[in-house]
């Protein structure tokens, strides 16, 4: 996002002619903040800081609101968004051996990005498919029933590079 190119007046819109010079410029807030995360999969501390400065807001409290936020992150994510699911359902029927699979064959645990910043693995508390249950994410892509052949394949797509998946589409 070009924080330089933000125009407050013309990016709040309609709504702007009811609010104050200072409810303005917090009301772009989340919206750049998304801008930003959108572009480098989390908020790099230098673009907050010319995001504080063009809104004239502080540091602290920009930190303040996006750490309210579950969906912003302050550390590089991977390329890929693995998320095991390790809710009830999803528990019973082994997703946790499923996770250790990961953790090792990947070398990190949950919560974690690998170093070449290709992966990002996480665990969730359900993902509303119980029916499928044991349950793992691909960035969208939703794998269920996992069994050891399934965990195979599983990884096969977590390994894949972007090329690969483009070719198989
Ligand atoms: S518990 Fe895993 S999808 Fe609901």
Redesign the pocket.
């Known amino acids: 996002m070009e924080i330089e190119l933000i125009d407050i007046d013309e990016d709040i819109g309609e709504v702007g002619k009811i609010l104050n010079e200072q409810n303005k410029r917090r009301g772009i807030l989340i919206h750049a903040l998304q801008k930003i995360q959108e572009e480098h999969r989390y908020l790099p501390e230098d673009e907050l800081k010319k995001l504080s400065q063009k809104l004239g807001i502080s540091l602290a409290e920009i930190y303040g609101v996006a750490s309210f936020y579950k969906l912003f992150y302050f550390t590089p994510r991977g390329k890929k968004i693995v998320r095991v ?1 390790l ?5 019973v029927r082994g ?1 946790k051996k499923i996770l250790d699979a990961l953790e090792e064959k990947f070398g990190i645990k949950s919560g974690e990005t690998t170093k070449d910043l290709a992966l990002t693995l996480e665990t969730v ?6 029916g ?4 793992s994410t691909v960035d969208e892509e939703i794998t269920g029933e996992i069994g050891e052949k399934k965990l195979e394949e599983l990884i096969r797509l977590i390994s894949s590079t972007e090329e690969e998946s483009t070719e198989k589409e």
């Open positions: 699911c809710g009830t359902a999803c528990y997703s508390g359900c993902l509303g498919c119980c499928l249950a044991p349950v």
